[in-house]
């Protein structure tokens, strides 16, 4: 230990409990939130965890939160001097004052071995290690920030991957491991950070090396595929239900490149557990789910609400729907066959044509009709609808991880059952049923016929519906964080290839990594909000890389700075905010619509950008490999893109066009100063970031200048829109609410 010479202002300060030197980490940490203290450890993660740094001595560990230590690394010692804070349930340095590396090299401390039930506050910060652990769910590949369930003991416990772990995108072990990793928290969860692959260490003797793969989908049959390490057996459980109830199916001979197929009707949706066996070891997939091609005419139709630039169409003009998707929905209404199933999550009639009568009437002509919508938005379109139709609303969203987050889809399926597969039908994209997502805000609808797809979404309709039936089951039913990854991702659809996934169990910020980093030529991203810095990461990465690339979001202000200054910098003016009336409500990505041979497609659907749709709401997306569709979408991109303004130029915009709000932030009374050059009826609106209006009114101003006064007590603490509605007045603003 070293010696530590104190002036006599030092000691006065020290005895007065302003500074307190500790020997140990457990000394520092019994100090308690608020202290400053100075801790001496050795430094067991470097970057792969982002900006903070955990250390730890013989007696305990501590995080501690700073980019100015970016550069510390892994066996560093370090001395470091700061506050005290409890992050979220976890305990660290922040802010640090300063600190000093010490030496170099270190060997890390030893692990603790432990089983998930001893996750919990003795060992936060320190390296644990858990022997004999399974994933249970293996077979797939890691994404980031996200975690997974483990098993061990006998017990369960949580591991998280982050965004910058080298291991996002590989394999999640389909065997018996032994999991290195450093015991972290957040709120009441205790999850285990794992760092790299040298992590995870395999313990069986067989184990694969490629997630189970599905190709050459017909509409008799398709083939699986993977790799293990070592040659083993080529053997499969299967069922048309989880349960697995067709049995085995195996492939004679050992190797390591195993394919089997699996034949069936055209349609059908099978689950498979795939596994190797080598000697007395197994390597085996979690059970994932299939389907056959069908004999649908795989039809798909866009429309935009908006305008579209004809001039970039390279075939099919894209079609613009000006106010009338409630109509074009009715339409398909009063089409359906046998059943209607119907997700929203904002549901009101008012100025629109009246979709309640439509599911109405169509339920009274013998259509069975199921609706859930959202526990917390407003939906007074619910109450319109027949006394018989069975309704479901999502549960209402908590604090996470408490509960789960919103139900955030849009997705009709018509007659999804139906012998003639002609007739099966999914409606989705980004629009809510109401006034300003249909007649102004930027939305798109795609409509596919196709009944495995239809298929594919009821299975997720009635994990939120809790039952096959009519009525649903509280009991059964699993919204959010509850639900698994369930339905099948492949598909072949007019002999295209179509991926689709559901948030959260499918990872589809992952999906959307992996789609930018697909890019070989050019990639358009049209989307509401990037919150993800991850996400913001690989846009700037594959830009860099020689990739032509343009990124229209709503706001700045709808992003997380890290984002905003990471695609300011990559992008420079190909990065810019809407500027037009409403709020950017889609959330696509178009890539490389323009080369043919360079699989074009877009990424399109409801799921935001963001941490809450990955891993708490309720989310659907769609990616289409097709050129044509990827143009019609890239139609829409470039007539928004023309209106665009470079970030940073659209707040002085606002004021000068005689639009302002104060004070911003605001504790709830927020005051409007605006121009009116009309006397006329002019619509004010308060919305949330996803798109919810929280606050709506409607006055008659006479021309001139005015003040308003809004009382927005009842909001709880965030980033919202304010938006004005009116003829040659169509304008908004951010403003931030904090708590009361």
């Avoid at 070293?2 to 005895?15: D, E, G, R, V, W």
């Avoid at 994404?143 to 369930?149: E, P, V």
């Avoid at 997630?211 to 509409?219: A, E, G, R, S, W």
């Avoid at 003016?573 to 409403?582: I, L, S, V």
Wanted: glycine letters at 8%; proline letters at 4%.
């Amino acid at each position: 230990m070293k010696k530590l010479l104190f002036s006599a202002t030092l000691l006065f300060l020290l005895i007065s409990g302003n500074i307190f030197a500790q020997t140990t980490i457990a000394d520092a940490r019994a100090m308690g939130v608020g202290a400053t203290v100075t801790i001496t450890g050795i430094v067991t993660n470097g970057a792969e965890l982002g900006a903070i740094r955990y250390l730890q001595d013989s007696t305990a560990g501590l995080a501690a939160y700073s980019y100015s230590m970016s550069g510390v690394n892994r066996g560093d010692e370090v001395t470091a001097t700061g506050v005290l804070k409890d992050y979220n349930g976890l305990l660290e340095l922040d802010p640090v004052s300063n600190f000093t590396v010490n030496s170099s090299g270190n060997p890390l401390p030893n692990p603790s071995v432990v089983t998930p039930n001893q996750f919990g506050e003795p060992y936060e910060a320190q390296i644990l290690q858990i022997d004999n652990a399974t994933f249970n769910s293996p077979g797939g590949t890691f994404s980031g920030n996200t975690n997974y369930d483990i098993t061990a003991g006998g017990y369960s416990g949580e591991i998280r991957v982050n965004t910058t772990s080298p291991l996002v995108g590989q394999i999640i072990p389909t065997g018996t491991v032994t999991i290195l990793g450093i015991m972290s928290q957040y709120y009441s969860t205790y999850q285990l950070l794992i760092r790299d692959g040298n992590d995870i260490i395999p313990v069986g003797s067989i184990n694969m090396t490629s997630p189970l793969m599905v190709d050459n989908i017909t509409t008799s049959s398709f083939d699986l595929n993977w790799t293990t390490d070592v040659a083993g057996s080529t053997e499969i459980y299967y069922g048309y239900t989880p349960m697995l109830e067709l049995g085995l199916m195996s492939v004679p001979g050992d190797t390591n490149d195993h394919s089997i197929q699996i034949t069936g009707p055209p349609a059908e949706i099978f689950y498979v557990r795939a596994f190797s066996v080598l000697n007395a070891d197994t390597a085996m997939t979690a059970t994932r789910a299939f389907a056959t091609a069908s004999n649908s005419s795989g039809d798909i139709k866009v429309y935009f609400n908006r305008t579209v630039d004809h001039s970039v169409s390279s075939g099919t003009d894209a079609v613009q729907l000006p106010n009338a998707l409630d109509d074009t929905v009715i339409a398909y209404i009063y089409r359906a066959k046998y059943s209607i199933d119907m997700t929203i999550y904002n549901f009101n009639n008012q100025n629109i044509s009246n979709i309640s009568t439509a599911l109405n009437n169509a339920f009274n002509n013998g259509i069975d009709v199921r609706v859930i919508y959202d526990g917390s938005a407003n939906n007074t379109g619910i109450n319109q609808l027949d006394p018989g139709i069975h309704v479901l609303p999502s549960p209402v969203m908590q604090v996470w991880p408490s509960d789960t987050g919103i139900m955030h889809n849009k997705f009709l399926i018509f007659d999804a059952g139906s012998t003639d597969h002609n007739d099966a039908i999914v409606w989705t994209g980004s629009t809510n049923f109401t006034d300003g997502q249909i007649n102004t805000d930027p939305n798109n609808v795609i409509i596919i016929q196709d009944k495995s797809l239809a298929m594919t979404y009821t299975v997720e309709f009635e994990e939120m519906w809790g039952s096959t039936g009519l009525a649903p089951d509280l009991l059964n039913s699993k919204f959010g964080y509850r639900k698994e990854d369930n339905t099948p991702h492949e598909f072949i659809i007019g002999g295209n290839r179509v991926e689709c996934y559901f948030s959260p169990s499918d990872g589809v910020n992952g999906k959307i990594i992996e789609t930018v980093q697909g890019a070989d030529n050019e990639f358009f991203v049209n989307t509401m909000l990037i919150t993800r810095s991850d996400i913001g990461y690989a846009i700037r990465d594959q830009h860099n890389t020689v990739v032509f690339a343009q990124v229209l979001v709503n706001n700045q202000g709808s992003c997380s700075s890290t984002v905003v200054g990471t695609l300011e910098s990559s992008l420079g003016g190909n990065f810019k905010e809407f500027g037009e009336a409403g709020i950017l409500h889609h959330k696509l990505m178009i890539v490389d619509q323009a080369y043919p041979a360079d699989d074009p497609l877009v990424l399109t659907g409801c799921h935001n950008w963001s941490s809450s749709a990955d891993e708490r709401n309720d989310e659907n997306t769609l990616i289409i490999h097709n050129q044509d569709i990827a143009n019609q979408y890239y139609q829409e991109f470039i007539k928004r893109w023309g209106y665009a303004i470079t970030i940073g130029v659209k707040e002085n915009a606002i004021v000068e066009n005689h639009f302002n709000v104060y004070p911003n932030p605001s504790n709830g009374e927020l005051w409007l100063n605006f121009t009116n050059t009309t006397s006329q009826e002019i619509s004010i609106e308060v919305i949330d970031i996803t798109g919810r209006v929280m606050f709506s009114e409607r006055q008659n101003f006479l021309s001139g200048d005015h003040k308003v006064l809004l009382s927005l007590n009842n909001l709880v603490a965030g980033l919202y829109i304010v938006r004005l509605n009116g003829e040659g007045l169509n304008k908004q603003r951010k403003i931030i609410v904090n708590s009361n």
